[in-house]
């Protein structure tokens, strides 16, 4: 479906002058046919204002508004005629109907959330219902935000992760987004769903070894928490590659939610914990043998104190207790020979 733009329609106000001219004839036909008329017969500007009286309002129906970034889509009489996507005041066919599939359609972004009803002139009695109706139909060009719920999906390792994600998207393409899917909103968030699960099966939660992320054959250090950019970009990607035939354009894709699935996140955090620890340790042993090593190549070179093989063994050995202990040593004075 190939979209038609619109744009000789912009005659709103000249039509609006035109068409109401000819209803205040048909009005002074009407009410000149009915003085100069009599009993038995009526002039035919009786019989042909009170037909324009009749049928003269139609004409009215055919006026559109269209405000900034904002389309409507027109079909008359099931065919597609064309979409008003410039800002302005229209005159259309007044049986061309707009059509918006996904009017009634509540997501979870922008432009969708429930708010309280607006009290206005447009929104009272039969009429504001009307108004209302009128403007659902309209399609907005504005960059839109999809937040989609939670899901819990397991990563490389199979360990099960909860992500969710932002989608700022909009619709380029009135024609596509109308009649080639049932619900374009729909269609785009089971296409977000169905992306973000694609990716997120390609990585671990965590920099794991000989984990290929890229499809290369090298492993690398691919991971959810640490490569938050790439694997966002690869959603959108995947999203934008689905979601063309929709007339749709993802302008971005961002991680707003990123920890591991309660059942295994004690388990989880519990291994951080140990693997910190680990690192921690090994940390303090190289700084403690090296402080060691220093001390001896000082007292060495120095000529403090010359101390036998036996000695600098048991040196060794407190210095690295002292180091390395997780509490304070208590230091036991020697008053006397050391031999």
Known sequence: MKEIVLY????????LLVFSLLYLAGLGCFIYGAATGSDESMPPLFFLGLFWLSVGWIPF?????????????????????GTLKENGFYWVNPFSVAVNPAAKTRLNQSGDSEAAPRVNLFTVGAEGMKKEELASRKISLKAMTLSNNRQKINDCL?????ISIAVIWRVVDTAKAVFEVDNYKEYLSLQCDSALRDIVR??????????????????????????????????????????????????????????????????????????????????????????????????????????????????????????????????????????
């Open 158 to 162: 199979g360990n099960p992760v909860e």
């Open 61 to 81: 129906l055919g006026f559109k508004i269209v405000g900034p970034q904002e389309a409507l889509v027109l079909t008359l009489f099931g065919k597609y005629t």
């Open 8 to 15: 000789k329609k912009n005659n709103g106000f000249t039509m």
């Open 202 to 339: 390609l990585y671990p939660y965590d920099v794991a070894p000989g984990v290929d992320t890229t499809g290369d054959g090298i492993a690398d250090e691919g991971s959810l928490r640490g490569s938050s950019e790439v694997v966002a970009s690869r959603i959108r990607a995947e999203i934008q590659s689905k979601v063309d035939v929709a007339g749709l354009e993802i302008l971005e894709a961002r991680i707003t939610y990123l920890a591991y699935a309660p059942e295994i996140a004690a388990v989880m955090l519990q291994r951080q914990q140990a693997s910190a620890i680990i690192d921690a340790r090994k940390m303090i042993v190289d700084g403690a043998v090296g402080m060691v090593e220093m001390a001896l190549e000082r007292l060495s070179a120095n000529n403090v104190v010359e101390l036998d093989d036996e000695r600098k063994a048991a040196m060794v050995s407190n210095l690295l207790v002292v180091l390395c202990g997780n509490r304070d040593a208590q230091p036991v004075v020697n008053s006397g020979s050391i031999y």
